[in-house]
């Protein structure tokens, strides 16, 4: 089945350091993605759409300079949280499907465990 | 209006219980729907898509009604192994995904 990589899976970080998170489809291209971020107890919060090739769509209330999205190539999403604060810290998980099927469904990645200190 | 309401829960069950979760969506047009799971400190991981007709998948059955427009989750024979996340996710037109709040289920031995 379709398979989502996320990478790192857990970082910790002073603050004022910027962190990088990729997402990969592993065997089917994606023209979209999708970052989400999770706080504890509280429900999935779309932080973005990814596009490959043009810019990412932010949503309200998301800073797009301070989480900056490239999506290079089909298989490849990156999200960067610059200059990474305490309040930063959260679970970041990307999803993305493959663009052939309209309806398949999402597929996740093993999200990211960021903590600043 | 949210796009996709969602009993947060929490249900608690015991054991062999049979449980279920609804979930209502807006848009009429919506096209696809899903449920996933989702454990403490995970991603979600999807449970099974929701078809018209509905589909069972073992102790679990999906059903979709688009007159009423809300989709259901129904646990048989709850295991302590089910206690998780229930996140439905409606999708409208290819690349929009509209998640519900997610239903907290725990099963009680």
């Known amino acids: 089945g379709a398979v989502v990589s996320q990478h790192p899976s857990w970082v910790i970080c002073k603050s004022g350091t910027s962190v990088k998170i990729e997402c990969r489809s592993l065997?089917?291209?994606?023209?979209?993605m999708f970052w989400y971020r999770q706080f504890p107890k509280q429900s999935l919060m779309l932080m973005a759409t990814s596009n490959e090739g043009s810019k990412a769509t932010y949503e309200q209330g998301v800073e797009k300079d301070k989480f900056l999205i490239n999506h290079a190539s089909l298989t490849l999403s990156t999200l960067t949280v610059t200059s990474a604060h305490p309040e930063d810290s959260s679970f970041y998980i990307c999803s993305a499907r493959d663009w052939r099927y309209s309806n398949q469904p999402q597929h996740f990645g093993d999200g990211t465990r960021l903590s600043i200190l | 209006r949210k796009e996709v309401e969602q009993d947060p829960g929490p249900f608690n069950v015991p054991e062999g219980a049979t449980v279920a979760f609804n979930c209502t969506y807006s848009n009429s047009a919506s096209q696809s729907f899903f449920w996933y799971r989702q454990d403490c400190r995970k991603e979600p991981k999807l449970l099974m898509s929701v078809y018209s007709s509905g589909n069972e998948d073992g102790r679990f059955t999906a059903q979709l009604n688009r007159a009423s427009q809300y989709i259901s989750l129904l646990i048989r024979d709850s295991k302590l192994s089910d206690s998780a996340t229930y996140l439905c996710v409606v999708n409208e037109n290819g690349n929009q995904f509209y998640f519900g709040t997610g239903t907290s289920l725990t099963v009680i031995p």
């Open positions: 065997d089917f291209q994606a023209t979209t």
